[in-house]
């Protein structure tokens, strides 16, 4: 099955019974200490030095585990949960806990204010407390976590029904996809594991609308965003020197066209941070996403779209991509950003693409997730700043200006002109 025709292991099977790294937790240990009476006494506030001592913390875990436990715990313990979290998301079991309150609850009480079979219940929910996510307080009987209160939050628990449970083929099959194709890197929109595994000539946006969880993945898009700074946040993209100084006032002007912009949460942030700023806000999408807007800021103007077409609004003062890009290969984001070249202004129109930079070293593993996420399900990538070069001027024909970092793990604006 190797490419290389190797098939066995050299190494001896004490090492998979044997913690990975003893020698390191010490040190872990202490700096771990130490970090988090700094984190404390600085009141929780340092989210760099926050997410430091989380990466240390998963070192220390993993130090201490056999890589048996490792593997058990990714093969029945993580892909049971994510099943259990689902079904909880599904049934309404995180919002009847969460409206319950802090107090210890029964299986018996909650199987019967949710309408489920507690044998069931009590199964999911002692896997659950058994992996940390919620805290058993007696024998059937578990109290909310912050985790699980959030699990009630349609943008983060619709996640779970639209990205692992729907399409996790892709992911676990992956190897098989790969394999009969030779191994090779996938770049084929039309041939994605995705496709393959949940035997659909679909993509997953139009796959998910087609399952009923079109909406599921909108929510996610508006939850993952969450606690990250947006990018026209004070000191990260200069918005007033850039966009709206030189908005030509001249006839009706449009600031900003958010292409593939969801539900419209992009141009609603951008309100909260520029209320007052001059200019049309134009929010497009493909027709089973505009049509499922609920409630927009009447600023906002939403339009049906579909990017692989012409663009129609001609001229803006800025085009807009948001984690469109990384959804396809290159071939079909040359032709993308050729809609948008057509319709700039020279001189005049930007297009912002806000996106993951993803650095030649020390990637940040939300970053990498994603880009395991793009090469499951879409045959697509994050890129590096070469990558984007490449596809930006190379291949596009347009001019980078400058790329606008966000920092660690943040989606950066990379500011593009025609040349
Ligand atoms: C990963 S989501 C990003 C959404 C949003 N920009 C954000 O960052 O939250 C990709 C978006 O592209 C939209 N999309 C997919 N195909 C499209 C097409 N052909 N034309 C317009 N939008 C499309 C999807 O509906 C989805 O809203």
Redesign the pocket.
Known sequence: MAPNGVSESPVDVSAATTAMNLQATSDLVKQLAAGIDALTAGGGKDDTLRQDLSIKARDLMLSLETPRETSIKHIWAETGATGAISWGVDCGLWKQIARNGDRPQSVQELASQVGVDSLLLARLLRHLAACGFITETGPDEYKPTNFTKSLSLDIIGDAYIALPSSSGGGQLKFHEFNRKRGWKNPTDAHDTSLQYAHNTDK?L?AYLQGLGYGQHF?NH?RGY?QGRLPWMAPGFFPVKERLIDGLDMSEDPVLLV?????VG??LEEFTKYHGDAPGKLIL???PA?ITEIKDLNPRITPME????TEQPVKGARAYYL???LH?WPDSVCESILSRVKAAMKPGYSKLLI?ENVIPSTGAWWESSALDMTMLMLFSAKERTEADWYDLIERAAGLKIVKIWSGGRGVESLIEVELP
């Open positions: 993509d946006f909108n898009m965003r958010d292409i593939g912009g969801s949460h992009d497009q999408d493909l996403v779209y579909d990017f692989h948001h984690s469109c959804d806000n």
